[in-house]
């Protein structure tokens, strides 16, 4: 990932209402939420929420899918990875058993 890259995503998380979304759509799993029902479980309106929800897709941190009628929304694991990488990079000198996907392992157990 590039600098501007990254940047654009940070940027793009840098609101309170889209780090809501994301950590919403990270509880609801890779099924996702229909548009509407996270607007109802963040109390926003329909067009403030769809706003938040392309500049999320925009950045490459969530997905949207059509079902039928309705937008489903899911948080994109591996552009969220792909930020924790560029963060860690060189982390440690990039010593790999202290940093990268081992973090998050040692801080699970």
Excluded: W
Aim: net charge positive; aromatic share 6%.
């Amino acid at each position: 990932m590039e600098t501007n890259e990254a940047s654009a995503r940070f940027s793009a998380l840098a609101q309170p209402a889209r780090l809501e979304i994301i950590r919403l759509l990270v509880k609801a799993g890779p099924s996702g939420k229909p548009a509407g029902k996270i607007a109802d479980a963040l109390s926003a309106p329909a067009p403030t929420m769809s706003f938040h929800l392309k500049e999320l897709v925009r950045a490459g941190l969530i997905l949207s899918r059509k079902e039928g009628r309705s937008v489903i929304y899911a948080a994109d694991y591996g552009g969220m990875r792909d930020l924790v990488d560029f963060l860690l990079a060189d982390c440690c000198q990039g010593d790999k058993r202290l940093c990268g996907p081992y973090v998050i392992k040692e801080i699970a157990s």
